[in-house]
C-alpha cells in the first residue's frame, strides 16, 4: 500500500509539473513525445518483443487514463477551497476523499494487473514495473535539474525557506 501511495503522490507530481517541462525544442511539454518516449524506455528495459509492446501498451495506456481521471477528481475537489482556511471537517473530508481514491486506484492496478498477465509473463511485468519506476525517477531529476537551473545554487527557491547553516560540530557530537 505504501508503495502504491508513493505511485500515486509521484503521478501527481509529475501530472502537475509537467505543464512546465519542456523536453522538447519547441519548448512545450508534448503528451505524445511523452509516450513515445516512455514506451521506447519500458519496451527496452523489459525487454518487451514488438508483439509483446503492442499487445501491452494499449492495456497500460487505458489504466493510466483511468488512473489520470481519479487524480483529476483528487486535484479539483481540493481547488475547491481555493487556499481558504477550512474546518476540521471539511479537512477529514478531504483527507478521507484522498483515501478512498488511493483504494479506487489500487483496485484498478491490481484488476489490470490480471489483464497484463493474459499478453506479458510475470517476469515481464515485473520488468515493466521497474522501467516506469525508473522512468519516472529519471523524469523527476529532469524536472528538478531544469527547474534548479532558474535559481542560483544555494539559493531559496520561491516559496521555499533558507535551509539552516551547518553547525560547527561533527555528528557524533564531538567538537
Keep these: 500500500m505504501k508503495q502504491i501511495i508513493t505511485i500515486v503522490c509521484l503521478l501527481l507530481t509529475l501530472s502537475v509539473s509537467a505543464q512546465d517541462r519542456r523536453p522538447n525544442r519547441s519548448g512545450q511539454f508534448s503528451p505524445a513525445e511523452y509516450a ?3 514506451r521506447e524506455f519500458f519496451t527496452k528495459n523489459a525487454e518487451l518483443t514488438q508483439e ?22 483528487i486535484r479539483m475537489a481540493m481547488r475547491q477551497e481555493g487556499g481558504a482556511v477550512i474546518s476540521e471537517e471539511q ?10 481514491a488511493n483504494i479506487r ?6 484488476e489490470y494487473l490480471k489483464k497484463f498477465k493474459e499478453v ?16 519516472n525517477s529519471q523524469i523527476l531529476k529532469d524536472i528538478q ?3 534548479g537551473h532558474q535559481f542560483q ?6 516559496g521555499q525557506q533558507q535551509r539552516p547553516q551547518q553547525l560547527p560540530f561533527n555528528r557524533s557530537g564531538q567538537n
Excluded at 487514463?65 to 477528481?73: L, V, W
Excluded at 479537512?91 to 478512498?100: N, P, T, V, W
Design 153 to 158: 545554487q544555494g539559493q531559496p527557491r520561491p
Design 105 to 110: 486506484i489500487a483496485e484498478l492496478e491490481k
Design 145 to 147: 535539474q531544469s527547474r
Design 36 to 38: 513515445k518516449q516512455q
Design 52 to 73: 509483446e509492446a503492442d499487445a501491452f501498451f494499449p492495456i497500460y495506456n487505458e489504466l493510466q487514463q483511468k488512473k489520470r481521471e481519479i487524480n483529476r477528481e
Design 91 to 100: 479537512s477529514l473530508k478531504a483527507i478521507d476523499a484522498k483515501a478512498d
Design 120 to 135: 506479458l509473463p510475470a517476469s515481464k511485468i515485473l520488468k515493466v514495473q521497474n522501467a516506469e519506476e525508473q522512468f
